[in-house]
């Protein structure tokens, strides 16, 4: 993983290894979503070497810190679809155990 | 020329679009693919947080509103399938979640066939390859990976052990998968390079070095590993014929090979939205449910003997597009997706419940951005 900045900190290339579109992907909807953020995209270089460049450019704050918000948000969102998930599960077992005992209410 | 009808108002006079709100149009091309007879049409996502500026509408990402929309219901839940629908979350991460299911998700599988007699007529490579197959029944989360210079031991090997024989004079045998005998105690092949034994109290050495049996660790003692299914064909022996083998199974990764992924498949679809433009009676009505091939339509009775077509199972639409084929149907029926809600399928090969994989995936995107979050600061 490297950063390729120069003078400028609004404005980086991430480069990150043993990544791919999975990743990458999900971080560009999160950072496209933070008001922040003027572009963003990403691009795998070569299909047979597993790295993903990731570029942002901000209207001022440092490129790295909105980077490392947007993996913050994203790892928000899925500790909330976990919990969420795992609830919807609960609930379906326990609906299905009681329709199982065939109880009338 | 004739004149133009379309009569002048001035601006003043149109009615104002709501502050904080899309004008329908906008927000139908924001939340739906439309379907039309050529192609879909605005099938992609708005994920820019200041599209919408102009219209006093935030497109940022705001985890409260996201927390309050987001929703998951299960559809079905068996040992190995589950459906669940999920809706209120981005295209972007519903596929992140299908890839790492597919691809990133571990499981054991056999890598490496130790083939001590094989005279069937399925050849060495070929056996090896249909072993690596079978998906076995074991949580992988209490093995540890096998980098190339480990050593294979208790805690990152399985040792099976097939010995099959179809004796002269009898008719050909099938080679099952339940003949795979799992071995706790590791490799009994005895190393080539290994000098017979000078004391007969050493145990000389095997393929495998294990410190301790596997059937003595508490998660395996009365759950003993094995293939998933016991009627998976491997070959099938002629009279005389003789395979002797063993398969030493591994901690993997879908990405390296197929064996190693712990769904058969998982997918997800939009789910399809059928709405009726304008009211459809009689004859035409009846035209309407025959077209569909999935009976997507009903005809409902609405007094004095007039019948009306309704839409009664959007959900399984295929978007076949056979309702809104040939003459002006278009007009009265329209067919829809709805972007942000999927219907998600996991079909697990055994390994573990459906269920227990999404919540790993799950975390397994959340240990990806940590990385990124450790490697930053």
């Not at chain 1, 990150?16 to 995209?41: I, K």
């Not at chain 2, 439309?34 to 935030?58: F, K, Q």
Request: aromatic share 6%.
């Amino acid at each position: 993983m490297e950063l390729g900045s120069y003078q400028d900190q609004s404005q980086a290339t991430f480069s990150l290894t043993d990544e791919d579109h999975t990743l990458a992907n999900s971080l560009r909807f999160t950072l496209n979503q933070d008001p922040r953020v003027t572009f963003c995209g990403y691009s795998i270089p070569h299909p047979s070497d597993a790295r993903v460049n990731i570029r942002v450019q901000t209207t001022g704050d440092q490129a790295s810190e909105v980077l490392k918000d947007s993996c913050q948000d994203l790892m928000l969102i899925c500790q909330h679809v976990r919990s969420t998930f795992d609830q919807a599960v609960v609930e379906f077992k326990n609906k299905k155990g009681l329709d199982a005992m065939n109880i009338e209410p | 020329m004739e004149e133009q009808k379309t009569p002048k108002i001035p601006v003043w006079d149109l009615p104002d679009v709501p502050k904080g709100k899309l004008p329908p149009h906008l927000e139908l091309q924001r939340t739906r693919v439309l379907c039309t007879s050529d192609a879909p049409t605005h099938t992609e996502n708005i994920r820019y947080s200041g599209a919408y500026a102009s219209m006093g509408v935030d497109n940022s990402l705001r985890l409260g509103h996201f927390r309050d929309n987001f929703r998951v219901e299960v559809i079905t839940l068996t040992e190995d399938d589950m459906e669940f629908d999920m809706i209120g979350i981005d295209a972007s991460l519903a596929n992140a979640f299908r890839r790492i299911l597919i691809a990133e998700l571990p499981t054991m599988a056999i890598e490496k066939v130790l083939i001590a007699n094989n005279t069937s007529v399925i050849q060495d490579e070929v056996l090896a390859h249909r072993l690596g197959l079978v998906p076995l029944k074991v949580d992988p989360r209490l093995f540890e990976y096998m980098s190339e210079n480990d050593v294979p031991n208790e805690k990152n090997t399985i040792v099976f052990k097939l010995h099959s024989r179809c004796e002269r004079g009898s008719s050909r045998i099938k080679v099952l998968s339940n003949e795979l005998q799992w071995l706790p105690r590791g490799s009994e092949f005895t190393l080539s390079t290994e000098k017979p034994a000078v004391d007969p109290t050493s145990r000389p050495r095997t393929y495998t070095s294990f410190n301790c049996s596997q059937d003595s660790l508490p998660e395996f003692s009365n759950n003993p590993i094995g293939p998933k299914h016991d009627d998976i064909m491997i070959a099938k022996l002629g009279p005389g014929q003789e395979i002797e083998l063993e398969a030493h199974a591994v901690k993997g990764m879908g990405k390296t090979h197929a064996k190693w992924s712990p769904v058969a498949t998982a997918w997800y679809r939009m789910l399809p939205e059928v709405v009726l433009l304008q009211e459809i009676e009689g004859e035409k009505a009846e035209e309407l449910v025959k077209k569909c091939p999935v009976k997507v339509f009903d005809i409902e009775d609405i007094g004095k003997g007039r019948k009306r077509a309704t839409v009664a199972r959007p959900r399984s639409c295929t978007l076949c597009r056979e309702c809104i084929r040939g003459d002006d149907w278009d007009k009265h029926v329209a067919l829809r997706r709805v972007k942000d809600h999927f219907i998600f399928t996991i079909e697990s090969t055994g390994a573990l419940h459906p269920e227990v994989l999404f919540t790993e995936a799950v975390k397994i995107l959340e240990d990806k951005c940590e990385r990124v979050i450790t490697e930053l600061s």
